[in-house]
């Protein structure tokens, strides 16, 4: 605890650092996913291939990925960028199976009836499906919050300063109570993160917590 | 002004759901589409905002062409009203009654004025607009349904078994309110159902439907009990059982009407009146 107190500044920096990294991926993957999931759930044709593929990409391991990013997208090997699109990558590799799942979810005579009474294809995903798919989105984006947070710690090894760093310093320099602070670190952020996104659905989907109430039993 | 001009629709799964199809339905009345399931009354209802395309044939509103419209901007134009209400389960009453108008651009204020307002038209206590869907009863939900149906003041208003899926109590109080709405609006409604009664109740101008959308006969309530085209219509409103075939019996010196099941139905309380008839339950 001792060693926790006196190096606050750096525990500090370092979730900073990873804030950076991982939050554009959290935002990035969801903006990415959302036409891909669409595409995905809208034609038979698209699901199979969009579906597959983006799992797949899931399945790439990380390390071989910082090595042969910098290569395709023209970065350099060091770059931290190589953190946020990597880790952008495995979020819509997550993401995208969670749009598809959460628009199919959505009611299809609440569609049909908000077609009927004229909302366009565009409006009716803005108005109707995205917000009644939200609950499901939100597990998702939930889901991708904690593992991108968890994930942006192996940035340590290619040189991306995150929470990650004080495991490896901890871990070179025989510092035990670094590598326990970087751990705690990282599940303390994990769990703000995932606490903001609760806070934000309850705020974002307000009619999903009535559930349940009694109904008002006025003359009808 | 509604016309079906030679109409079909053949799904692409084979089925034709609608064959040979011409009928119009006079403005400012209500038209009842009855017939069983398979009898093509909701693809035809579907048919007038473009929700469905015809195969063949062409329909007209007021002399014009739909086809030539723009789907979504015809269904804005259009007032419907759907089974389960079809509210948006997102969005409080007041914005699901304003949401069409919300949708042609008017500014939002206007529209939850509006929207309130309607809420009083419908018999719907204005404290419930900030309320959600699910925290209304079927027949509140239902009330909600046919005043965002009412929201852009159409001057046709579809209604696909509306009061179908509540309790017979509320749907008789729902009939009863549409008859009252419809006295001070005029509307041209056109209403489908498979029950016999509710056309009877409701309907202007009752359509009965067999499978592939063939019309059985058209006519007055009157019209249709008192000379049922055929054994199919006979059979199908029940003009020769139950409740619908009374006779007269004496009893104490009173006329009394009697069903065909033996049960008492009324009292005759006046004698013919040319051109109307009314039977006092």
Known sequence: MNWAWTNLDLIWDRTIDHLILSVPPIILSFVIALPLGWLANRYRLSRGVILTASGLLYAIPSFPMFIVLPALVGTTLRSPLNLVIALTIYGVALMVRVVADGLASVDVDVQRSAVAVGFSTWTNFWQVELPLAGPVLLAGLRVVAVSTVSLATVGAVIGAQSLGSLFTDGFQRGIQAEIIAGIVATVLLALLLDGALVAAGRIALPWTRLRKTSKVETAT | ?281
Not at chain 2, 227 to 234: G, H, L, R
């Open chain 2, 1 to 281: 002004m509604i016309e079906f001009r030679s109409v079909s629709k053949q799904f692409p799964d084979g089925t034709l759901a609608v064959d040979d199809f011409s009928l119009t339905i006079p403005s400012h009345r209500t038209t009842v589409l009855v017939g069983s399931s398979g009898s093509g009354k909701t693809t035809l209802l579907r048919m007038i905002n473009r929700m469905v395309d015809p195969t063949s044939g062409a329909i007209e509103i007021d002399d014009v062409d739909i086809a030539s419209l723009e789907p979504v901007k015809l269904r804005r134009s259009i007032g419907y009203v759907m089974q389960n209400s079809g509210l948006l389960p997102h969005r409080k009453v007041v914005d699901n009654v304003a949401t069409v108008p919300l949708l042609r651009g008017v500014p939002r204020k206007t529209a939850r004025a509006d929207a309130l307002a309607l809420l009083d038209t419908v018999g719907l206590d204005r404290a419930l607009a900030d309320r959600y869907p699910s925290q209304l009863s079927g027949g509140q939900q239902q009330r909600v349904g046919v005043a965002r149906g009412l929201a852009v003041n159409p001057n046709i208003l579809l209604m696909d078994e509306p009061f179908g899926a509540v309790d017979p109590i509320v749907r008789a109080e729902l009939q009863q309110e549409l008859i009252r709405l419809q006295t001070e609006l005029g509307k041209t409604v056109v209403f489908v159902t498979h029950d016999v009664d509710e056309a009877f109740l409701l309907g202007d101008q009752v359509v009965i439907l067999q499978e592939g959308g063939r019309i059985a006969q058209i006519g007055s309530p009157a019209d249709i009990l008192a000379n049922p085209a055929n054994d199919f219509v006979a059979s199908f409103v029940g003009a020769d059982r139950g409740k619908r075939a009374l006779h007269v019996e004496r009893s104490d010196g009173r006329d009394v009407l009697v069903d065909s099941d033996g049960r008492l139905a009324g009292v005759l309380v006046g004698d013919a009146v040319p051109g109307q008839a009314r039977v006092t339950p």
